[in-house]
């Protein structure tokens, strides 16, 4: 089994910045990519900022905004969120495609975290 944990999420106002944090848990061999997504009311999901090996990819309507990081170490993924804006309002999703030790991959989704922008 596999656990994705975020943190991070918030009430900021236009301008502001917020980190969110995505931990990954339990039989993971390896970790191909992370990312985040999000689901604004009455929108469907859709994708923030992925990252894989040393490739990243942005939603147009964030870049030069947000950044994704990721620490292998402590299979995590981090959004570095600035200059937010009330359109960004959404709850956020942690993704990632773990391989296990069976050799199997498969998607995982945290259990998402509201982030909410105030003008």
């Known amino acids: 089994q596999v656990q994705l944990v975020e943190s991070g999420g918030g009430l900021v106002q236009a301008g502001g910045s917020l980190r969110l944090s995505c931990a990954a848990s339990?039989?993971?061999?390896?970790?191909?990519?992370m990312g985040w997504y999000r689901q604004a009311p009455g929108k469907q999901r859709e994708l923030v900022a992925i990252?894989?090996?040393?490739?990243?990819n942005y939603a147009d309507s964030v870049k030069g905004r947000f950044t994704i990081s990721r620490d292998n170490a402590k299979n995590s993924v981090y959004l570095e969120m600035n200059s937010l804006k009330p359109e960004d309002t959404a709850v956020y999703y942690c993704?990632?495609?773990?391989?296990?030790?069976?050799?199997?991959?498969?998607?995982?989704w945290g259990q998402g975290t509201q982030v909410t922008v105030s003008a």
């Open positions: 990252t894989r090996a040393v490739l990243t």
């Open positions: 339990g039989s993971i061999r390896s970790i191909n990519a």
């Open positions: 993704n990632a495609n773990i391989r296990s030790y069976d050799y199997t991959s498969r998607d995982y």
